[in-house]
């Protein structure tokens, strides 16, 4: 059965340091890759997705970037984090190639930037 | 452009309470659609789901039924629990590979 991981499950880092989250998928190849993020009393916000090795789709411009160095391996950075950056940020993936296709989510990062 | 629109909560209900969550949508075509629980602390998971006009989802005693003349997927159950207690999120795809467009969430609380 597939599963995903997602790394660390909370994370407190000071305005200005850097960040870096990993989620790795299991028992399946070539997903399609998501990062979501969740700030307090909003819904989920879609940052960066990607179909394939090396392939990353931005959706809002901001802080943060994506990168997929393996097949089942997402990463999400940020040379310098800004106050707003705190949320919670999920992992998701999907079958690649295959049209509605549910997301299944990790369970999340709880990042606070102080 | 695409989007989707539910009713914000808390929600409040007592157990054994029938509940209805709305959730209409916004998009070109025939997107999937979807409902996602929250439980705190946790990730999100899928409830159910519909590909299709008239097509109805279920798990655990929940029920979705997609309306394409109303672009409505309201969430409906006919006796909740406490264990129902959490954050219920309504999605739309549109096929492809970008993503869902979700709604805000509706936080739901079930009193004993």
């Known amino acids: ?114 | 452009g695409n989007s989707v629109t539910q009713m914000e909560g808390p929600v409040t209900l007592s157990e054994e309470a029938f509940l209805t969550i709305n959730c209409t949508y916004t998009a070109t075509g025939y997107p999937s659609l979807f409902w996602y629980v929250q439980y705190p602390g946790e990730g999100l998971q899928l409830l159910l789901k519909a590909t299709k006009a008239d097509d109805k989802g279920s798990n655990k005693g929940f029920e979705a039924t997609y309306r394409k003349e109303t672009t409505s997927f309201h969430l409906e159950k006919g006796s909740v629990q406490v264990s129902d207690s959490a954050v219920y999120f309504c999605a739309h795809q549109g096929g492809g590979a970008d993503g869902l467009t979700f709604g805000k969430g509706t936080h739901l609380i079930i009193q004993p």
């Open chain 1, 1 to 114: 059965s597939q599963t995903i991981h997602q790394w660390p499950a909370t994370l407190v880092q000071p305005v200005g340091s850097p960040l870096s989250l990993e989620c790795t998928v299991e028992g399946t190849s070539n997903p399609n890759l998501y990062w979501y993020r969740q700030a307090a009393g909003r819904g989920l916000q879609l940052l960066f997705y990607s179909v394939g090795i090396g392939q990353i789709s931005s959706e809002v411009p901001q802080n943060l970037s994506a990168s997929r160095p393996q097949d089942r391996q997402f990463i999400l950075s940020s040379k310098k984090l800004l106050l707003s950056d705190s949320g919670f940020y999920l992992c998701a993936w999907s079958v690649g190639q295959v049209d509605n296709s549910p997301l299944h989510f990790g369970n999340g990062t709880r990042l606070t930037v102080t």
